[in-house]
Each structure stands twice: as structure tokens, then as C-alpha cells.
């Protein structure tokens, strides 16, 4: 590999980063180079573009406010399209860390009149807005449009003071009110905002309107000159549309798209993405492309293949999460730079319930247990945890749904007194998609005057899961919706007055997310209260009742039955993601009845069903050669893949594959041989390099990390003891590592990398 050892040498890797931010270096109406900057007498701005020499000696002239500028050479100049200078570049060789030139080339650019400074060895790029912030380090450099935007937005904007927070806003054609918390909020994040902190991290539980507070504060953001352009990143489908619902209904005055994968780029105000998505395509943008970024249930979104889509923008980033703060992992507190356990804002679940914004709930009685202790039969005991994977009950299922059934039509007028259809809206929570399936036949068969329709299945593989989900929201019918997953996390239904676990839940964020389902107000209906039917016990598992709420930690005082489970340890690392289908089971379960096919075989039907299709399928041979999709034709195949038959879509591609980041398009590129799915290994190295972004190393502290990381990969995690033990030990990488960190920062750095790199697989 060639040594950019040289200044001239940088430049060269320094051009191609220019021209990855659509700068063309050969231009001179955008770039000028070698630029003198003059100390005796100085120049006017016009002799910039003509001048290619100069007076290179050591005098100095004083700028207006004071500083001496020594004779010298501005290495590039960055113009605007009036041919004004943006951006000043100071260029180092690779040896040089560029956060050390800041002073050399500070006067240069007050001198040309440059507000921004960009300084780089060709490896690191830092940006300086130096009348403002100190500089940072970014993962390219800016567009011209990007620094145009942030000239005019500086001139133009208005104090956030100015700017008043509403008492009422319009959504779904419904007068609601801003809630004095979400009034605190907007309060805390305008002063964090206007302190120049650029990262904000806000809690709320489920339920208590974080779209809508989101929505409210871009509104006021965009109002006062801000922003011209955002980001709304999500990790789950449901939780995307439910944004982009949300934002074309409160900030319908401001362009917006749902960005999927396959689809072109738009030039919108509000961009709304998956995580999945935006891994595959962040390169697309320049990091200064987006004035804020908002990542929803962000606990999950610093970790490993994630942050690369978070990392890689340079913007006032607010983070929202309904997870208590004992269970956010340290590095979400130090991404959103909170000290450790302590969100910007945190309005508790207590204090909503008090309050009376979220509804309270109640636990059925009476309904059969055994399931939580699981089953014995001739001397052979049925583990609950199996319960539907290795065994399972006929008897106990319909029996689940016959008292839950039963004792949600005896109490739902209780629970809404203006509910008019019996028993009101309910979601089960089943195990797998064959568990899903026959539940929600026994339902159907508790109500054959309804002709099927009382209760509906919704997994991944219904091809009309989104028109089913809009009738469950807002038809009569069904009354029940059963889910695997699809329903857990994210779904907003104000109307559900019943949740039914029928499965074991072990994750306390799960279990409140799931719980969080029923906690919405619904005056419509008068809503008091909803009911949760807990079959398997885990309200019990977590010390959870009316009285004394399960927050995270603590929790009631049984002392029967199954043990607490313990407060969580401060390095535990929870993605959400379901990591015994994707890495343990070796089937993928498919279809409206669960089908169960080994992964092997459902990659190998997938690819031979792409190849065949992409002979005559126009949409298929639009992404083989490499053509974006618009969105009528990504929903189109989408819809025609995951028909009967096939049943190939997203969920059931990353759980055969074992890829939780891919999306539909990398898929089927894989399966046409135009594109290679990451090993294990590229995505820790890629992870790593996300990460390394973030941290301000000198190069000989890089240089070291990146030799313990390739111990990480061969091992999934670095431990102390690796340092002495071979091959390490014979580079004296311990020895090494102190000198380079210190004892106490080799530890606490080595710690740093196995929470945000080497993410051991939730089994």
C-alpha cells in the first residue's frame, strides 16, 4: 500500500474526496488552489481569482478584528457559484494530525473572508465553523450547496425565543392540545440548541406523543431559519409510516418522502428512512447534507452497523427513546453527550400515568397459568421457552383464547364505557406465525356469525398486512389483530383496550414496549383503562402490577414464583432484534399458516426465482442494470414478491440470510451475483471504522486500535489478557497501549470497542 507520507500525496486522496462532495478540483469557478494570501498591503477579493503567485516573504498585515496575517498559501479555495470563497482547506500530510494547522490557517480564511475551514491529511477531515463552534472531525466534505445553505441560514435565522410554541395543533383533522411536557421539552431542546450543544437525547414512554412533539419542534425549527433540510431515521417499518403519516399531516406546509431501498434520491425537505436503508446508501449524501437528524428509539441505533447511518451526518442530532435510562447502554449517553444515565429531558412513566396521559391498566384474573411453569407427561417436562417450537397444546391454546375472549366481552364497558362494538380493539402477541395462525383460527371459530373476520393474522407474510392494520385502526373489524413482532414495538392504536401475551417474554424493554400497546387515551371511546392477559406469567417474572409499575428497575415485592430479574448491569446491550431466529433457528417460518423451510433451501429457491423472474420481470432488470426504482414500482414488486407461494420479503430474507441490515434490493442484487453481502468480518470492520469517526486519536493511537480490532474479529471481542498473550504479546501491544492511553484509558477504550463493535449476539 502506497505511504501518503508527502503533503502532494495527501492531495491526491484530497481530490477524490472533493470530487465524492461534487466538486470538481479541475474547475476554477469552484476550486482555486495554491491560493496567496498577501501580509504586505494585502489584496482585494477580485485579485484571488487571477493571482497565481505571490509574496511569499514574512510580513504580516492586521485583519479588522485584529489578527496578523502572515504571508502565505491557502492550499484550496472553495467558492461559491458568485465566485465568493466558502471554504478554506488546509492540507497535511498523512504524518499530521490537521486539528494542529487550526491556527495556521485561521487567519488565511478571515483574510479571504472564508467562513468555514475544512483541514485534513487525506484520512481525517475536520470542519470549522469557527466563528461558532470549534472545529470537528466529519466524514466528508461539504457541497457547495451544503455551505451556500448554511451562509444563508446563518444571515437569516431568528432566535428560537422568537418563535412561539403553540397551545393547539391540528392532526387526522383532530383539535389536540401541546402537553406542558411537551411544551418542557421544546424549552430544553431550544436551550441546548442555543448553548451550541448539537446532540439532544429526550425520553418519553410509549404513548405520549414523541412524533408529534418531533413534528411540533421542526415546525418552530423551520420557522425560525434552522433547517432546510431533515432526517427522520427509524428501524422498523411500522414505525416509518407512522412518521411519515405524521409529518405530512402536522408539517404538511414542507416536501417529504419515504426514502426505501431501490428508490432515487429526492430533493425534499424531510426525509423519512430505515436505518436498514440508509447503512446501504449514507454515501450518497455529504455529511453536511442534513441540518438535523432525528433517530426514533435511538437505544437501538449506536451499535455496530447502525451508527455508520447516524455518524456519518454532520447535524443537530435528537435522539428519542420510550426505554428507561437504566437500560440505554453508556454509549448512547455519550453519543447524545449527556452525562451517563442522564437524558436532556425525561418525563417518567409515573408522572404520565398521574398526570393521566397514559392510560392505566390491570391484569385479567382467573385465566389458567401452566403454561408458565410449562407441562410434565410421563416423566418428561415441557419447557415453557419451547412451548410452539418443540411442543406444544391444542387444549392450552384454545383454552388461552376462550378466557380471554370470554372476560374481555364480560368487562369492555367498563373499560370504555362509549365503545360501541364488543369487545373492542385486541392484540395477541403469539410465539410464530404458525402460533398466529391457529390462535386467530380459534378466535374466528368463538364468533362464526362474523364469517372470518373477527379476528385477522398480521405478520410480515399478509400481502395486505397494511390495509389489514387500517381496518384494525379505524374499521369495526376485525376486533383482534394476532401478531408475531410485527405489532410488539412501534404500532400506534389508540383504541386497543387488550393485550394478550400469549408467549414468554425475558426483555424488560420488550415487555413495557408490548405493555406500552394499550397505554394510549382514547376520549373518543372513554377510555379508563385497558386489561392485559398475561398467560405466561411475566408480568410475574418482572414484578409488575397495577399498583407498583415495572419501570426498568425495582418493581413489587413478590417473593413467590419466578425471581426478579436482576437490575440491569450498566454494559448490557439490547438491539430489539429477534437473535434466535436470525443466528439460532436454522428455518425461516413463511406463509399465513407458518410454514417452516430451511434457510439453506429458502436461499436457494429465492435466487433461482430471482434469475428466472429477471428475464422477462422489467422492475428486476431495472435494478440489475443498476437503475433506481421510483416508488410505485419498489411497492410493486415488494407486493408481488411476498405473494402466496413465494412469501419472499424483507423479514423473512434477513432472518434466512442472517442479515438484520439488509434490504429487499441487496437481496435480490445478491441473488442476480451483482452485489456481495458483507461477511462477519467486513461489517466489524466496517463497524469499526464508524466508530473510530467519532473518537479524536492521533494515528499511532488509530494505528493500534486497528490491530487489536483484527484480534476482535478472529475472537468477537478483545479482553485484557489478549494484550499478553501471542500474536499481541510479541508486538508488546500491552506495553504499547499504555503508553499510547494510559492504564485507565486502555481499559476504558477497549471496553468502548467491544459495546459499539463486537455486539455479542441476544440469544
Not at 201 to 227: N, Q, S, V
Request: charged letters at 30%; aromatic letters at 10%; a negative charge.
Amino acid at each position: 500500500m502506497k505511504d501518503f507520507s508527502k503533503e502532494t500525496d495527501a492531495r491526491i486522496v484530497i481530490d477524490e474526496l472533493l470530487r465524492q462532495a461534487k466538486w470538481d478540483p479541475a474547475d476554477q469557478s469552484q476550486i482555486l488552489t495554491e491560493i496567496p494570501v498577501y501580509g504586505r498591503g494585502g489584496k482585494d477579493e477580485s485579485d484571488i481569482a487571477r493571482d497565481s503567485k505571490g509574496d511569499d516573504s514574512d510580513a504580516f498585515t492586521q485583519t479588522r478584528d485584529g489578527d496578523y496575517v502572515p504571508s502565505g498559501r491557502a492550499d484550496y479555495v472553495l467558492l461559491s457559484q458568485s465566485g465568493k470563497p466558502l471554504a478554506v482547506i488546509e492540507a497535511k500530510r498523512k504524518a499530521i494530525h490537521p486539528y494542529v494547522a487550526k491556527n495556521q490557517v485561521l487567519p488565511y480564511a478571515k483574510q479571504l473572508g472564508a467562513p468555514f475551514i475544512f483541514l485534513t491529511n487525506g484520512e481525517l477531515i475536520y470542519f470549522w465553523d469557527y466563528t461558532n463552534d470549534d472545529a470537528r472531525i466529519v466524514n466528508s466534505f461539504y457541497s457547495r450547496r451544503d455551505l451556500e445553505r448554511l451562509v444563508t441560514m446563518r444571515q437569516e435565522h431568528k432566535p428560537l425565543a422568537t418563535i412561539e410554541i403553540p397551545d393547539y395543533y391540528i392532526k387526522q383533522g383532530e383539535q389536540r392540545q401541546v402537553r406542558p411536557y411537551q411544551k418542557a421539552t421544546m424549552k430544553a431542546l431550544d436551550q441546548v440548541v442555543e448553548l451550541g450543544k448539537r446532540r439532544f437525547l429526550m425520553h418519553l414512554p410509549t404513548g405520549t406523543g414523541k412524533t408529534d412533539l418531533i413534528c411540533l419542534y421542526l415546525k418552530r425549527y423551520f420557522e425560525a431559519g434552522r433547517a432546510e433540510r431533515v432526517l427522520f431515521l427509524v428501524d422498523r417499518e411500522q414505525l416509518a409510516k407512522q412518521a411519515i403519516e405524521a409529518i405530512q399531516d402536522i408539517l404538511d406546509r414542507y416536501s417529504s418522502y419515504w426514502l426505501k431501498s431501490g428508490m432515487a434520491k429526492q430533493e425534499q425537505q424531510l426525509t423519512v428512512c430505515l436505518l436498514q436503508t440508509m447503512i446501504g446508501r449514507y454515501e450518497e449524501y455529504t455529511s453536511g447534507y442534513f441540518d438535523v437528524v432525528i433517530a426514533d428509539e435511538c437505544h437501538r441505533s449506536i451499535y455496530g452497523t447502525w451508527q455508520t447511518a447516524l455518524t456519518h451526518f454532520d447535524a443537530l442530532h435528537i435522539g428519542l427513546t420510550a426505554t428507561p435510562s437504566e437500560y440505554i447502554e453508556r454509549n448512547t449517553f455519550k453519543f447524545y453527550q449527556c452525562k451517563e444515565g442522564e437524558p436532556d429531558f425525561t418525563y417518567h412513566i409515573t408522572d404520565a400515568l398521574k398526570d393521566e396521559y397514559l392510560i392505566p391498566y390491570k391484569f385479567a384474573t382467573g385465566i389458567t397459568l401452566f403454561l408458565a411453569q410449562g407441562a410434565d407427561l410421563d416423566e418428561d417436562h415441557y419447557d415453557p421457552g419451547e412451548f410452539e417450537r418443540r411442543w406444544t397444546n391444542e387444549d392450552s391454546n384454545r383454552k388461552m383464547m376462550h378466557e380471554f375472549d370470554r372476560l374481555a366481552w364480560e368487562n369492555y364497558k367498563e373499560l370504555a364505557p362509549e365503545q360501541k362494538i364488543a369487545p373492542g380493539k385486541a392484540i395477541v402477541f403469539a410465539i410464530t406465525k404458525h402460533h398466529a395462525a391457529r390462535l386467530t383460527q380459534y378466535l374466528n371459530d368463538l364468533h362464526p356469525e362474523q364469517r372470518g373476520r373477527y379476528a385477522e393474522v398480521i405478520t410480515s407474510d399478509v400481502p395486505n398486512a397494511d390495509d389489514l392494520i387500517r381496518k384494525f385502526k379505524y374499521e369495526d373489524y376485525p376486533q383482534v389483530a394476532v401478531s408475531v413482532g410485527m405489532l410488539d414495538t412501534g404500532f400506534d392504536c389508540r383504541d386497543v383496550l387488550h393485550l394478550v401475551m400469549c408467549r414468554r417474554v425475558f426483555s424488560p424493554i420488550l415487555y413495557q414496549q408490548m405493555r406500552g400497546r394499550g397505554t394510549r387515551t382514547a376520549p373518543h371511546i372513554g377510555k379508563q383503562k385497558f386489561i392485559i392477559y398475561d398467560f405466561f406469567g411475566n408480568h410475574t417474572y418482572f414484578n409488575d402490577s397495577d399498583t407498583d409499575i415495572f419501570t426498568g428497575v425495582g418493581g413489587g415485592h413478590i417473593t413467590t414464583g419466578p425471581p426478579k430479574p436482576p437490575k440491569p448491569p450498566r454494559d448490557l446491550i439490547e438491539l430489539g432484534l429477534q437473535d434466535e431466529w436470525l443466528y439460532a433457528v436454522t428455518y425461516v417460518e413463511v406463509g399465513l399458516e407458518g410454514e417452516r423451510i430451511d434457510k439453506k433451501k429458502y436461499i436457494t429457491n429465492w435466487e433461482q426465482a430471482i434469475r428466472e423472474a429477471a428475464k422477462g420481470d422489467k422492475i428486476i432488470q431495472k435494478i440489475k442494470d443498476g437503475i433506481e426504482l421510483t416508488e410505485n414500482e419498489e411497492g410493486k414488486l415488494a407486493q408481488r414478491l411476498n405473494s402466496p407461494k413465494m412469501y419472499y420479503n424483507e423479514d423473512n430474507l434477513r432472518r434466512a440470510y442472517r442479515k438484520p441490515g439488509g434490504t429487499l434490493i441487496d437481496f435480490i442484487k445478491a441473488a442476480l451475483g451483482s452485489f456481495k453481502l458483507k461477511s462477519n468480518d467486513e461489517e466489524l470492520t466496517g463497524n469499526f471504522q464508524a466508530w473510530l469517526v467519532t473518537k479524536n486519536l492521533t494515528p499511532e493511537q488509530a494505528q493500534y486500535l486497528t490491530i487489536l480490532k483484527n484480534r476482535g474479529i478472529v475472537k468477537g471481542k478483545i479482553e485484557i489478557n489478549d494484550l499478553f498473550e501471542p500474536p499481541l504479546s510479541i508486538l508488546n501491544a500491552a506495553g504499547l497501549g499504555v503508553e499510547l492511553f494510559g492504564e485507565v484509558g486502555l481499559k476504558e477504550i477497549i471496553t468502548d470497542i467491544n459495546e459499539s463493535v463486537f455486539i455479542q449476539k441476544v440469544a
